[in-house]
Each structure stands twice: as C-alpha cells, then as structure tokens.
C-alpha cells in the first residue's frame, strides 16, 4: 500500500474535522433542545375567536394546559385532572424524579381562585393528569376521584383517606348540582408502535409514595371518558 501523499493527509484531516463539527452542532442542538423548558401558556398571543361575556348563572370551563380543566358553576368546581407543575423536559428525558411546584400551584389556586373545588377527577394516573392531585386536595377539602393508583397517588401525597374515592365505572357521582360519570376507556396509542406510554412507570414518575402499590402497572393507564352534566336547578 503506497504512502498516503501530503493532499491525502489533507483530505482526511479536512474531512476529520467537517465531521468532527457536525457532531459537535448535532451535540449542541440536542442539548439545547434538551434544556429548553416549554413555554409559559401565558406566553402564547391566542386569541379565542368568540369573546363572550358569561352569564352570571352559566357554567364556565377553564383551561389550564395538557388536559386540565376547570368546570365551575359559581358554587361548586370541578376540576378534571390536576397538573399545574411544569417539569422541565430534561427532567422527563433524563428520568429525574418529578415533584409538584408548590409556589407554582399556590399561584394558580390564587389567581382562578379554587376555593371551591369539590372534586378533583384524573381521566388516568400519568404524571401529566395526576402530579399536583394531592397538593390540591391539601389546600382544599376536595375528594379524589379516580382509579386504585390514582389513590395511592393521593395517599403518598398525604390526602385523608375520607378526601379519596376509588372509581367505579358507569355511576353517577354527585357534586353540588354536578353529576359526573366516568366511561371505561383506553389510552391514546402515543407510545411506539401503538403502544400505551410508561403503563407501568407513571407512578414513579413523581416522587410519591407508595412508588408503587399493587395493581399499579394495570391501573396505571385505566382510563376514562367521562360527562359532566349540570342539574337544572
Ligand atoms: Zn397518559
């Protein structure tokens, strides 16, 4: 094999160093992807097409994010899922234990003014339906309602056992002139190939405790749909 010349040491080098770089940047861009939190809802300039002026007796839904919502008819609220903590997506990626933001939910709580959260409903146990369940329900005299490992969740989190309801599907439950019925349902196919995403890590997802109890990995994903239906009074 001839001696490599002085232009092919050159060409190597070159090439060295091009790929080099390109490593380097494709590197960066993850990092920075990595580290970049997702942006306060507040940052985003949406402006909802109809602007209407509630009526005084009317039943308002409050958006939070992800699929938190607020039902409130001016006596009771109902709140589905509870999630006002944002961990960072680097925390998600890197597997870091997530916990709730406490100044973060006492924010919330003042601000939309959740004093009268009767019932908090997570549609299933995964961290972004069920972080902040049980921070709620100590700052207020809510019932969790949702399935065994939604419980535990609560149960780590210190809720009373009288402020907890296990689910059953197809019942009517009562709160003020709400009646709310959960509907057996399935997780959206999000994960790969079709797949339920982390059935059996949610509930270590935060650092609650139990960390897991029994039945946590076929629970964890119980899901469901649910009405929420106003009585006319
Ligand atoms: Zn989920």
Request: aromatic content about 6%; hydrophobic content about 45%.
């Amino acid at each position: 094999m001839p001696a490599p010349t002085l232009d092919d040491l050159k060409s190597w080098a070159t090439h060295a160093v091009i790929t080099v770089a390109v490593v380097i940047a494709v590197v960066a861009l993850g990092i920075a992807l990595l580290l970049r939190d997702r942006p306060d809802i507040d940052a985003i300039d949406w402006q909802p097409l109809t602007v209407l002026e509630p009526r005084p007796d009317a039943v308002t839904v409050t958006w939070f994010g992800v699929s938190t919502l607020l039902f409130d008819d001016g006596d009771t609220q109902i709140l589905i899922d509870g999630f006002f903590s944002r961990p960072s997506l680097a925390d998600l990626v890197l597997d870091v234990p997530v916990a709730s933001n406490a100044a973060h939910i006492n924010l919330v709580m003042d601000k939309y003014q959740l004093r009268r959260i009767a019932a908090i409903i997570p549609v299933h146990s995964h961290f972004d339906h069920t972080l902040d369940i049980g921070a709620i329900a100590n700052r207020s005299s809510a019932s969790i309602l949702g399935s065994a490992t939604t419980a535990n969740i609560a149960r780590g989190a210190g809720v009373p056992e009288d402020q907890i309801l296990v689910a059953e599907s197809d019942v009517d439950y009562t709160f003020g002139d709400f009646t709310v019925r959960l509907i057996d349902s399935v997780h959206a196919p999000i994960g790969w190939g079709g797949a339920t995403p982390l059935p059996e890590r949610s509930t270590n997802r935060c650092n609650c405790r139990p960390r897991s109890a029994p039945g946590a990995k076929a629970e964890a994903t119980r899901s469901w749909s649910r009405t929420v239906r106003e009585q006319p009074s």
